[in-house]
């Protein structure tokens, strides 16, 4: 079979995230890295220099050299940069959240659709391997607790505890919970920014699981973790540590057994070089992403609605 030529790929923002996606497309033997933009001048010639590729301040300068894009902006220019990549007929790859409100997200989603163009959302926990070896170990969850938190740091804070880190676990919940959102309860308070630092939310689905989701951008200690329970099994995840353990009633004909623990085991996995070579996959095979501009909607409207409630 005649391999495939490596697909011409630009990204626009390289600060923190935007860099580790250069790096990874530059290791990547599906695509050519041909150009970099960030509105800083410095960035850019310091990304230019590490990547060996041109770098420029204006991101239009790209629309007509690449033929897929990842976009790792601050989330309020989310949709004004894709939005002019889909149009120009240019693949994407957007960071988490697809944009900052749903119907700015609604309307890349369609606009992806009308010009048929692949829209990925940056949802990175979905390609984390313990997550995907879970998928098949969880089914109808009855409740869900999760608790992401993280040490403050200046990135991400152009919006809300919810935007920033916990749209992550609504992804991978709403993923697994085959279910619509019935009702939500959420508190947040501000700490050191204007918007809210640290978040609870209580989602309802339709199906009956309730899942307590906790997040914070204000805390000493980082913790990503999440608990499912089921009729069969108890579920714990450790997002960093990228191990879960299962629990299981043993047999009970004969009476009380007790619980058998089994410990998942995941290869290890660089989840933002999985994410990027998924991208590319697409790209190549016009097939609908793991994560898509319908899911990332999705988690933007439930995270949005938490949002709200604060």
């Not at 239009?60 to 050299?65: A, P």
């Not at 990925?120 to 997550?131: D, K, Y």
Request: charged content about 25%; proline content about 4%; glycine content about 6%.
């Amino acid at each position: 079979m005649r391999e495939r030529e490596p697909m011409a790929v630009g990204v626009v923002g390289v600060g923190y995230a935007g860099s580790l996606h250069a790096s990874k497309y530059a290791a990547s033997p599906a695509a050519r890295l041909v150009a970099v933009a960030d509105i800083d001048g410095r960035r850019a010639r310091e990304a230019s220099e590490r990547y060996g590729v041109p770098a420029v301040t204006d991101y239009r300068e790209l629309l007509d050299k690449v033929r897929c894009v990842s976009i790792a902006v601050p989330t309020q220019q989310h949709y004004r940069v894709a939005r002019d990549f889909l149009t120009a007929g240019i693949d994407v790859l957007v960071e988490k959240p697809i944009t900052s409100t749903v119907p700015d997200g609604q309307k890349l989603v369609d606009l992806a659709r009308r010009h048929a163009r692949i829209l990925q959302v940056g949802h990175l926990e979905r390609f984390n391997p313990v997550v995907r070896e879970l998928s098949k170990v969880i089914a109808a969850p009855r409740f869900v607790e999760c608790h992401r938190l993280a040490p403050f740091v200046d990135r991400g804070t152009d919006v809300d505890v919810v935007l920033d880190l916990m749209i992550h676990d609504i992804d991978v919940i709403s993923s697994l919970v085959h279910a619509p959102v019935v009702d939500i309860d959420a508190t947040g308070v501000a700490v050191l920014t204007d918007k809210p630092d640290i978040a609870n939310a209580r989602i309802r689905f339709d199906d009956g699981c309730v899942a307590n989701v906790t997040a914070s951008r204000v805390s000493i200690k980082r913790q990503r973790k999440i608990r499912f329970f089921q009729s069969d099994a108890y579920i714990s995840l450790d997002y960093d540590a990228k191990t879960a353990q299962v629990y299981r009633m043993e047999d009970r004909s004969q009476g009380w057994a007790g619980i058998q623990g089994q410990m998942i085991a995941t290869r290890d996995g660089d989840a933002l070089q999985d994410q990027i070579e998924s991208f590319l996959e697409a790209v190549a095979t016009r097939k609908s992403p793991v994560v898509s501009g319908e899911d990332g909607l999705h988690a933007l409207e439930i995270a949005s609605a938490i949002s709200e409630r604060l």
